[in-house]
């Protein structure tokens, strides 16, 4: 039986459109990223998986430990229902969440924020300088993983912290110890110029090249640099924690003496964006069907709605990948659309009113903001389904 037989069949009692997951390649995609990462523990990145359900599912499996949440009012609600040790990856300018943060004894022990700069802790003071009693907050310092060459007129990797040299990272560290009740548990640094990028992209044999070089020569000097900005940090305190990398880049990260945890969430779902990676390959485990609802001419089929478009620079890598029956591709005028999308190729000869087709999202997460519940199959089964974070009325961002 195909993956698209075992599809249709678990979930033949279902209306379309729906979200799909497969646990048999989750827990598949589990294993390999802990073996990737060698013994060191990874931290479940939940803006992509954004289900309650499956975060638990996933941390209960062997090395998995914490949450790298996305906001601090997420952090929040995860701790309420039970969670521990969430790192929010992102600076937060919410007040009435850090000042409830600052309120709950719980919350403030296992929620770590994050922070790059003074502004950062004199908007934290300022928004709980009202809360009485206050708990102490735990602070992690973002450093930039970016990679920069040509004498600062190249870049690669996102645009996060503006700390970047150990010396930047003593100076806030020590900003951070002079100010009562904030504690600095952590270091991050994302490297998303090689986690975040497939070194293998179709078609384009010299760009990919230049990808694997200057992937090369940023591990190079990014394991240098982390080390001494964690070198420097622990001089004034005492660390819990030092985070890097993601799905990309496990086994890379792992190697860094500097670093004792590493960040992963796309590599459970396996999106479309992460088929591109030389060095490991996964399963595509989150999919979502929609119908066929037309048949306008020969050739061609149109299936309600489909305009999920991923995050990021725009352009064809951001549009959902129409799946199964393979072979189908997008109009040029139309691509993926609001209420309906046109596919053409061989298989729409065949495909009828009420049949599906099956697509993945570019991402991973953000799939879950379309739909309120992952079905849940295993083998051939439609086993279970769960809700998630839409479903469950929670909209972070």
């Known amino acids: 039986m195909d993956d698209r037989q075992r599809y249709d069949r678990a979930t033949a009692t279902l209306e379309a459109p729906f979200a799909l997951l497969d646990l048999a390649a989750v827990r598949a995609n589990a294993a390999d990223m802990v073996r990737r990462a060698g013994g060191k523990p990874i931290r479940v990145a939940?803006?992509?998986?954004?289900?309650?359900?499956?975060?638990?599912?996933?941390?209960?499996?062997?090395g998995f430990r914490g949450v790298m949440a996305f906001t601090l009012p997420e952090a929040l609600w995860l701790v309420e229902r039970g969670f521990s040790d969430v790192l929010v990856a992102y600076p937060t300018a919410d007040r009435h969440a850090l000042a409830a943060l600052a309120a709950d004894a719980r919350a403030a022990g296992e929620i770590t924020v994050t922070v790059d700069s003074p502004g950062h802790l004199d908007y934290l003071e300022a928004a709980i300088s009202g809360v009485h009693p206050r708990h102490e907050i735990r602070i992690s310092i973002d450093i930039d993983a970016g990679y920069v060459a040509l004498g600062g007129?190249?870049?690669a990797g996102a645009l996060r912290s503006p700390v970047r040299h150990p010396d930047q990272a003593a100076d806030l560290a020590a900003d951070i110890a002079k100010r009562p009740g904030l504690r600095l548990v952590g270091l991050m640094a994302y490297e998303a110029q090689i986690a975040g990028v497939g070194d293998t992209p179709p078609g384009h044999p010299a760009y990919a090249r230049a990808i694997r070089l200057m992937q090369a020569r940023?591990?190079?000097?990014?394991?240098?640099?982390?080390?001494?900005?964690?070198?420097a940090v622990r001089e004034l305190c005492d660390l819990e924690f030092v985070?890097?990398?993601?799905?990309?880049?496990?086994?890379?990260t792992v190697r860094e003496k500097a670093i004792t945890e590493v960040a992963a969430g796309s590599g459970f779902f396996h999106p479309r964006l992460f088929d591109f990676y030389r060095g490991f390959t996964g399963h595509p485990a989150a999919l979502f069907a929609l119908p066929v609802v037309r048949r306008p001419s020969?050739?061609?089929?149109?299936?309600l709605g489909g305009g999920y478009l991923a995050s990021g620079a725009p352009g064809p890598s951001r549009l959902p990948q129409p799946y199964l029956p393979a072979g189908l591709r997008y109009t040029a005028d139309e691509a993926a659309g609001e209420v309906q999308t046109p596919l053409l190729g061989r298989p729409a000869e065949d495909l009828r009113i009420g049949d599906r087709v099956w697509f993945r999202h570019a991402k991973a997460g953000e799939l879950c903001e379309r739909f309120?519940?992952?079905?849940?199959?295993?083998?051939?089964?439609?086993v279970d389904a769960v809700p998630t974070y839409r479903g469950e009325g929670q909209t972070f961002l």
């Open 46 to 62: 939940s803006k992509s998986i954004r289900s309650r359900p499956i975060l638990e599912r996933i941390l209960a499996m062997d």
């Open 153 to 155: 007129k190249f870049r």
């Open 218 to 231: 940023s591990a190079r000097e990014l394991v240098l640099r982390r080390g001494r900005v964690v070198n």
């Open 243 to 252: 985070n890097g990398g993601g799905t990309g880049s496990i086994e890379r």
């Open 298 to 303: 020969p050739g061609v089929v149109t299936v």
């Open 372 to 382: 309120d519940t992952l079905h849940l199959i295993d083998g051939d089964t439609l």
